[in-house]
């Protein structure tokens, strides 16, 4: 399954290589003081590959908070934060937005909470390194 996603206007757009196609999709609404404020709601593959495609890199926002290990990428044109990523040993690492999902089934996502507050640092990058994509490509649309 290759899931396509972006922001509201399209200068951050991704998609994501999902194999065998999901029977269904995580979706972890995260209750970080950030994440509460836009409502961000996360999904990854460890097995996946996604590719980001910006057409303007100077209307991205790069925004980190908290224990400023992962990136926001936050579209300054329409305020749509499609994908985070951390940089881990070296390794580009993303969870992508269900919310900037286009044309996804939602009955596809299970959605669940998700609590990472009081998570030590080490804790935090070691799950990333397990559970978010690790294939990740920028590239100029
Ligand atoms: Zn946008």
Do not use: Q
């Not at 961000?40 to 980190?64: H, Q």
């Not at 919310?99 to 009081?118: K, T």
């Amino acid at each position: 399954m290759l899931i396509h996603g972006r922001c509201h206007c399209g200068n951050i757009a991704f998609s994501l290589a999902w194999e065998p196609d999901p029977p269904e999709i995580p979706a972890r609404a995260c209750d970080c003081s950030f994440c509460t404020k836009h409502g961000g709601v996360w999904t990854s593959n460890p097995k996946g590959a996604l590719e980001v495609s910006i057409r303007d890199r100077s209307l991205v926002s790069v925004y980190a908070h908290g224990t400023r290990t992962a990136d926001f990428h936050v579209c300054s044109r329409c305020g749509i934060v499609p994908v985070v990523t951390s940089r881990i040993d070296g390794r580009l690492y993303a969870v992508v937005s269900v919310n900037a999902f286009e044309g996804v089934d939602p009955s596809l996502l299970r959605r669940a909470p998700a609590s990472f507050e009081g998570e030590g640092k080490d804790s935090r990058l070691a799950r990333r390194e397990r559970n978010w994509i690790p294939d990740v490509r920028f590239v100029d649309a």
